[in-house]
Antibody, heavy 124, light 108 residues
Framework: EVQLVESGGGLVQPGRSLRLSCAAS????????MHWVRQAPGKGLEWVSG????????NYADSVKGRFTISRDNAKKSLSLQLNSLRAEDTALYYC?????????????????WGQGTMVTVSS | DIQLTQSPSTLSASVGDRVTITCRAS??????LAWYQQKPGKAPKLLIY???SLESGVPSRFSGSGSGTEFTLTISSLQPDDFATYYC??????????FGQGTKLEIK
């Protein structure tokens, strides 16, 4: 079964850090780009970051650039997101999502597999 | 960055209705657009990619069309399982990915 399982969320104070993980199974992990997408409570979807198949290319939303770092370990079939300098507006459910292709920006791209998300709450 | 605007924000319809949701991009994105369905408490589900390609396993009552800056998602005959929130997403070259604000499809 194709599956993505996120972990690492929790309650954290503003300015602190957190590391999210996503464990993949059921597909050849290193054949695909991977992404993080977040959803604040009661709000819409916001793309956060993406990484290509070998980690050689990464991209970030302006709202997190310089604070968040995406990485992957293909041997462990694992995707990570390091969240630093957290703010109240980073409070959201963070989803891990699989791209349809090995890299970004192709007309056949989209996010075809999603995890169930891990909740991050930033509050003092 | 490219902005996506969906209309309407809320849509009330009945089982069996034909419904259309529109997504407009702030600049041309060719056909680099996807549509997702999200139900409460669940992760989004991919319906359409490349503006009009139906994802495997998605019922044929869902269809997408458009190119450039205007796109539509059509459900030909609404089923009870279709009441959900729908999002468009663009992935145009060298631009950050982005989503529309969502359209909530409600039972009339």
């Amino acid at each position: 079964e194709v599956q993505l399982v996120e972990s690492g969320g929790g309650l954290v104070q503003p300015g602190r850090s957190l590391r999210l993980s996503c464990a993949a199974s059921g597909f050849t992990f290193d054949d695909y780009a991977m992404h993080w997408v977040r959803q604040a409570p009661g709000k819409g979807l916001e793309w956060v970051s993406g990484i290509n198949w070998n980690g050689g290319s990464t991209n970030y939303a302006d709202s997190v650039k310089g604070r968040f770092t995406i990485s992957r370990d293909n041997a462990k079939k694992s995707l990570s997101l390091q969240l630093n300098s957290l703010r109240a507006e980073d409070t959201a459910l963070y989803y891990c999502a699989k791209g349809k292709l090995y890299d970004f920006w192709n007309e056949d791209d989209a996010f075809d597999i999603w995890g169930q998300g891990t909740m991050v709450t930033v509050s003092s | 960055d490219i902005q996506l605007t969906q209309s309407p924000s809320t849509l009330s319809a009945s089982v069996g209705d034909r419904v259309t949701i529109t997504c407009r991009a702030s600049q041309s994105i060719s056909s680099w657009l996807a549509w997702y369905q999200q139900k409460p408490g669940k992760a989004p589900k991919l319906l359409i990619y490349k503006a009009s390609s139906l994802e495997s396993g998605v019922p044929s009552r869902f269809s997408g069309s458009g190119s450039g800056t205007e796109f539509t998602l059509t459900i030909s005959s609404l089923q009870p399982d279709d009441f959900a929130t729908y999002y468009c997403q663009q992935y145009n070259a060298f631009s950050p990915y982005s989503f529309g604000q969502g359209t909530k499809l409600e039972i009339k």
